[in-house]
């Protein structure tokens, strides 16, 4: 029993819920840093030639579960083991502290108001009945009383002292929240040309709604570098209830029916070429090994003699660089120019397609999480409601009537009410 309760006391100490937060914290970093949910191979390839920190190869990352730290055992054990340390601190500080400040403290003793941090004294006429005077001014004032024969207790603000115990309600909300949408939440990236659409099903109720991209446009800096990337999207329906147009930018999701909707990428997925009187439309790839956000094809030229030709872009405005694959010389073709003879095949750019990288993310933490942060901003906010206290006694043997008070916050300010209050009561 003694063992178990020092260990009690060692869990909600607030130094071991620190050291729980700062590991959380160095750990969720290294999360950052460590690509996550990659396959073995990748971690094997990249790490043993280059050990994180020296000694971190791609054994060791995998046997440490570094290549999925937020689902790991060791994260989820530290989770668990703040969520306890909080519950702990509730329990032993939070709730016997607001219990004890709803019980009302008596002061019959004159020598204990001068032990208090506010307090004076005044005469009194003896034939007056001071203490229902004082009762009912306090009560004016806002305070709660509870009345005695000769002495009055009052307190204001006591709501401050259950502010900290909705933080910490609000914590273990949070990272309850977080453990359980490490473990359910769902993500799907998705590349949609205008015109196209995308199903969505949700099989806990078996409904169906179609997203479809109804248009798509990048905004440019005057250097040419993306500033922003919107895609206007058309939600219906299947019974035809739901019919309406939402945008989404990067850093401006949508939220539809449970899911989030990010707009996270770019891409120039097709474009349209007349060869020799023909329309093709090509699909492109993208090409790291010639350069960032590069995408390309390779096919045939020539009336007579074919030869390959690699076709690249890298804007949705163009131009398109026609490169002879024997020594990559090439041509630049604009859309809607005059045709390019290319091996003898006239060849001439239509149009562009550029397409957009949406990700769709089923999280059902996410109302948990809002609600932790709704519980830790409100706790926070009455937090800062300071709870004063006010003691009255009468001794009609010395004709004197006696004020004391105490507050947990903003001393200074209750100061100035103090004063003014005892200033009223002396002048009755």
């Known amino acids: 029993m003694i063992i178990f309760k020092n260990l009690i006391l060692k869990i909600s100490s607030l130094r071991f819920a ?3 937060i700062i590991f959380i914290a160095i750990a969720s970093g290294i999360g950052t840093f460590i690509p996550q949910g990659s396959n073995n191979k990748f971690y094997i390839d990249n790490f043993d030639d280059a050990p994180i920190f020296g000694f971190l190869n791609g054994e060791k990352v995998l046997k440490l579960q570094l290549d999925h730290i937020y689902t790991s ?7 668990i083991l703040l969520c306890i340390s909080l519950a702990a601190c509730s329990f032993r500080r939070q709730i016997p502290s607001l219990k004890a400040s709803l019980k009302w403290i008596e002061y019959k003793s004159e020598r204990k108001f001068s032990k208090l941090q506010l307090n004076s004294s005044h005469q009194i006429n003896e034939d007056e009945d001071n203490i ?7 009560k004016k004032r806002g305070w709660k009383t509870y009345k005695f024969k000769s002495h009055i207790s009052a307190r204001r603000g006591l709501i401050g002292k259950v502010g900290p115990l909705f933080v910490h309600i609000g914590l273990i909300v949070l990272l309850i929240g977080s453990a359980y949408g490490n473990f359910t939440s769902q993500s799907k990236e998705q590349y949609l040309l205008p015109g196209e659409s995308l199903d969505l099903i949700n099989e806990s109720t078996n409904s169906k709604a179609t997203i479809k991209l109804v248009d798509f446009f990048i905004e440019r800096e005057s250097d040419g570098i993306p500033k922003q990337f919107t895609s206007k999207l058309d939600f219906s329906t299947e019974d035809f209830k739901l019919n309406e147009i939402k945008t989404t930018q990067v850093n401006h999701p949508i939220r539809f029916k449970g899911l989030t909707i990010y707009q996270a990428d770019w891409a120039i997925s097709n474009v349209v070429l007349e060869i020799d ?4 439309q090509l699909k492109l790839k993208e090409i790291p090994e010639i350069g960032n956000q590069v995408w390309g094809v390779l096919i045939e030229l020539g009336s007579e003699t074919k030869k390959n030709f690699l076709l690249t872009i ?9 490169s002879n694959t024997e020594n990559f010389s090439g041509n630049n073709l604009y859309i809607n120019d005059k045709p390019l003879e290319v091996n003898s095949s006239k060849v001439s750019l239509k149009k562009i397609i550029p397409s957009s990288g949406l990700i ?3 999280d059902p933490s996410i109302p948990f999480i809002y609600f932790s942060f709704i519980l830790i901003i409100f706790g926070t906010i009455i937090s800062l409601i300071p709870t004063n206290q006010l003691w009255i006694l009468v001794n009609n043997e010395s004709q004197k009537l006696f004020i004391g008070g105490l507050s947990n916050k903003n001393l200074l300010g209750f100061k100035k009410d103090f004063l003014k209050l005892s ?3 002396k002048n009755f």
């Open 18 to 20: 620190i050291s729980l």
């Open 73 to 79: 055992y060791w994260f989820l054990f530290a989770l």
């Open 132 to 138: 229902s005077k004082v009762d009912l001014l306090l």
């Open 277 to 280: 009187n023909i329309l093709y």
């Open 314 to 322: 890298d804007n949705e405005n163009g131009p398109l660089k026609i």
């Open 360 to 362: 769709i993310k089923n």
């Open 423 to 425: 200033e009223e009561i």
